[in-house]
T-cell receptor, first 114, second 113 residues
Framework: ETGVTQTPRHLVMGMTNKKSLKCEQHLGHNAMYWYKQSAKKPLELMFV???????ENNSVPSRFSPECPNSSHLFLHLHTLQPEDSALYLCASSQETRTTNTQYFGPGTRLTVL | AQSVTQLDSQVPVFEEAPVELRCNYSSSVSVYLFWYVQYPNQGLQLLLK????STLVKGINGFEAEFNKSQTSFHLRKPSVHISDTAEYFC???????????WGAGTKLIIKP
């Protein structure tokens, strides 16, 4: 498989559930990102990892917990979410976190919180 | 701080007509500019980017964009659109002070047959 893959593609969860989103990149990149995409709003950067080290946490609530066990895999652990957390969650990767590097995106996980 | 404005949330255009999607950014310092496209039910894909050099940048699928420093704009154009161009288009900017991409809210391109 090539590029950036995300699983699951769709997820419905209650506010008391715990679930995880998975991202895998097959591009040999060293940087990985989580974004939140809500309708009619700019993409919101949530977390950044560069060489497995977290370099950014853009004031994301603690109910979102990232994990990057190696440069190819990125997880987003979810617990006690709120309905306003419903959105498309996109994973991306790039060679490293340099300004000019192109980011490659996965297809996203459509999350619905009931 | 940088900001990006995409002036139109939706642009309807007839098939085979030309289209321009507008993007303005806030800062006049050295910037790097990107256009990404998101087809329905897919992630974002890079269309083109401006890093330096020629202000006219050509991308995939017949799209091009022109960097205009004095007007802080980076508008995307295509001379003749096809039904397959139906998608949402995002403009993004970064600079040397912060590698993070700052995104616009997107413009939906709607192709009318």
């Amino acid at each position: 498989e090539t590029g950036v893959t995300q699983t699951p593609r769709h997820l419905v969860m209650g506010m008391t559930n715990k679930k995880s989103l998975k991202c895998e990149q097959h591009l040999g990149h060293n940087a990985m990102y989580w974004y939140k995409q809500s309708a009619k709003k700019p993409l919101e950067l949530m977390f950044v990892y560069n060489f497995k080290e977290q370099t950014e946490n853009n004031s994301v609530p603690s109910r979102f917990s990232p994990e990057c066990p190696n440069s190819s895999h990125l997880f987003l652990h979810l617990h006690t979410l709120q309905p306003e957390d419903s959105a498309l969650y996109l994973c991306a990767s790039s060679q490293e976190t340099r300004t000019t590097n192109t980011q490659y995106f996965g297809p996203g996980t459509r999350l619905t919180v009931l | 701080a940088q900001s990006v404005t995409q002036l139109d949330s939706q642009v309807p255009v007839f098939e085979e007509a030309p289209v321009e999607l507008r993007c303005n950014y806030s800062s006049s310092v050295s910037v790097y500019l990107f256009w990404y496209v998101q087809y329905p039910n897919q992630g974002l894909q890079l269309l083109l980017k401006y890093l330096s050099g020629s202000t006219l940048v050509k991308g995939i699928n017949g799209f091009e964009a022109e960097f205009n420093k004095s007007q802080t704009s980076f508008h995307l154009r295509k001379p003749s659109v096809h039904i397959s161009d139906t998608a949402e288009y995002f403009c993004a900017v970064s600079d040397d002070s912060n590698y993070q991409l700052i995104w616009g809210a997107g413009t939906k391109l709607i192709i009318k047959p």
